[in-house]
C-alpha cells in the first residue's frame, strides 16, 4: 500500500499544473485520466476475484484525498468510478457476467463507469423523483429516450448506468449504457463555477437500443443501503481543505509587510486562525478515516446499521471544509481573491460539496430521527425491566 500511495503522490503532483488553466477555460484534463489509468488506478477497487486490485474502502480514500490536493475536480470524477466499480463488485448487484465483462475493460482498457441519474425535471434522484428518461420494449432490446444532467466524467465516459422509467410497467430500471452505442451523444451544457473540470455535461439519449441484460438492475423504494463507496465525496474536499491551509501557511512564512519584523506566521491572530484549521482538518480526518475503517471491519449486517454514520461523516467534513478554505483565504486576505491565487479555486470548488448528497437536511433530520427512537427504545427496556 505505501508503495501505491507513493506512486498515486508522484502521479497527482502533476495535475496542479494544469489546474488553472483547465477550471478557467472550462476544459476536461483528459491527461490525468491518462496518467491514472497508465498506473492501473482505475482497476485498484475491481475484487481481486475478479482480477483488480480489491483494496479496502480505507486505502482508496487515502487515494483520493492524494487527487484532491492537487486537483480537485479530477478527485470527485474518478472517485464516482472508483467507489462505482468497487460496490458493485462487493455486492454482486448486477448479473456477474455482465459485471466480470465491464470489469474485464476497466482492467484491459481503463474503461470508466458512472451512475446518471439526475434530469432536469426531477432534481436528484436522492429526493424521490420519478425519471422522465424512458425505456420502452422493443422485442428483445429496449429503447431508451431522455437526459441526464451532472453526467460528471462525460468526456471520457464508455459506461453510463442510466435510470429509466420503463413504459410498459411503469417500474425504474437502471441501464448499462456503452457510450459508443448510436444515438448517445454529450451536450456540452456544464459551466458551473465549481468543478469546472469535471466535465459533467448533459448526456442525450435518442432511441438508444440497448440488450434486454443491460437491464441490471431496479430501483426499490424505501430506504437506500448505505454506501461506504460514497466517503469518496467527502475525502475529496478534504483535500481541497489540505491544500488550501498548504496555501495559506506557505503565504504566511513568506509575507513580510515593512509595518511588522517578520512574517506574518509570527503573529498571534494569524496563527490562531492557522491553528483553527488545523484543528477542524485533524477531526475531519480522524472521523472520516475511523468510519472508513469501521465499514473495511465490519460484516454486511453491521454495514446496514452505518447509513447515518456516513451521512454524518459527509456533512460534517463538507462544512469543515467550507469553513477551514474560507479561514485559510483570512490569513491571505485579499490577494486570495485574485484570479492569479489558488485559492479562488479551491473556495469554488470546495462550495461544491454542498450539493453532493447526501444533503445536509436529510442527513442532520435522520439525524434527529435516530436519537429519538434510541431513547424511546431505552425507555422502554427500562420500563420492561421495572
Not at 80 to 93: A, P, R, T, V
Not at 166 to 191: A, M, P, Q, S
Not at 364 to 369: P, R, Y
Amino acid at each position: 500500500m505505501k508503495e501505491r500511495l507513493e506512486l498515486m503522490e508522484e502521479t497527482a503532483s502533476r495535475f496542479s499544473d494544469t489546474s488553472r488553466e483547465h477550471d478557467e477555460n472550462v476544459t476536461f484534463p483528459f491527461e490525468n485520466f491518462e496518467a491514472l489509468k497508465k498506473i492501473g488506478y482505475p482497476q485498484v477497487t475491481i475484487p481481486k476475484e475478479y482480477g483488480g486490485g480489491g483494496i479496502s474502502l480505507w486505502e482508496m480514500l487515502k487515494h483520493q484525498e492524494i487527487i484532491a490536493k492537487y486537483d480537485g475536480a479530477t478527485a470527485l470524477s474518478i472517485g464516482w468510478h472508483m467507489g462505482i466499480i468497487m460496490d458493485l463488485g462487493e455486492k454482486k448487484s448486477w448479473d456477474e457476467e455482465k459485471y466480470r465483462k465491464v470489469a474485464e475493460d476497466v482492467i484491459e482498457n481503463g474503461a470508466l463507469i458512472n451512475n446518471l441519474a439526475t434530469e432536469p425535471a426531477t432534481g436528484s434522484p436522492t429526493r424521490g423523483g420519478r425519471p422522465e428518461t424512458s425505456a420502452r420494449k422493443d422485442g428483445g432490446k429496449y429503447i431508451l429516450n431522455g437526459k441526464k444532467t451532472f453526467a460528471t466524467l462525460a468526456p471520457i465516459l464508455k459506461y453510463a448506468v442510466v435510470s429509466a422509467t420503463i413504459e410498459e410497467t411503469g417500474e425504474v430500471g437502471n441501464f448499462v449504457v456503452d457510450t459508443d452505442l448510436k444515438g448517445v451523444h454529450v451536450d456540452e451544457t456544464w459551466n458551473s463555477v465549481a468543478m469546472r473540470a469535471s466535465g459533467s455535461h448533459d448526456f442525450i439519449m435518442d432511441d438508444v437500443e440497448v440488450e434486454e441484460e443491460d437491464l441490471v438492475s431496479f430501483r426499490t423504494p424505501g430506504r437506500k443501503s448505505p454506501a461506504g463507496w460514497l466517503l469518496h465525496i467527502p475525502v475529496c474536499y478534504l483535500g481541497i481543505a489540505r491544500a488550501a491551509q498548504e496555501a495559506a501557511v506557505r503565504f504566511a512564512s513568506v509575507y513580510s509587510p515593512n509595518s511588522i519584523k517578520g512574517t506574518i506566521s509570527e503573529l498571534p491572530n494569524v496563527q490562531e486562525k492557522l491553528g483553527r484549521v488545523e484543528l477542524m482538518l485533524l477531526e475531519a480526518e480522524h472521523f472520516l478515516y475511523s468510519v472508513a475503517r469501521k465499514w473495511d471491519e465490519s460484516d454486511e449486517d453491521a454495514r446496514q446499521q452505518m447509513g447515518s454514520e456516513l451521512g454524518a461523516v459527509k456533512t460534517s467534513i463538507v462544512n469543515k471544509a467550507v469553513e477551514a478554505v474560507d479561514l485559510a483565504m483570512r490569513v491571505v486576505g485579499a490577494k486570495s481573491l485574485s484570479a492569479d491565487n489558488e485559492l479562488q479555486r479551491h473556495y469554488r470548488n470546495v462550495r461544491a460539496g454542498l450539493h453532493n448528497p447526501p444533503m445536509d437536511d436529510m442527513v442532520i433530520i435522520g439525524l434527529a430521527k435516530g436519537s429519538i427512537e434510541r431513547i424511546k427504545d431505552t425507555e422502554r427496556e427500562t420500563s420492561g425491566i421495572q
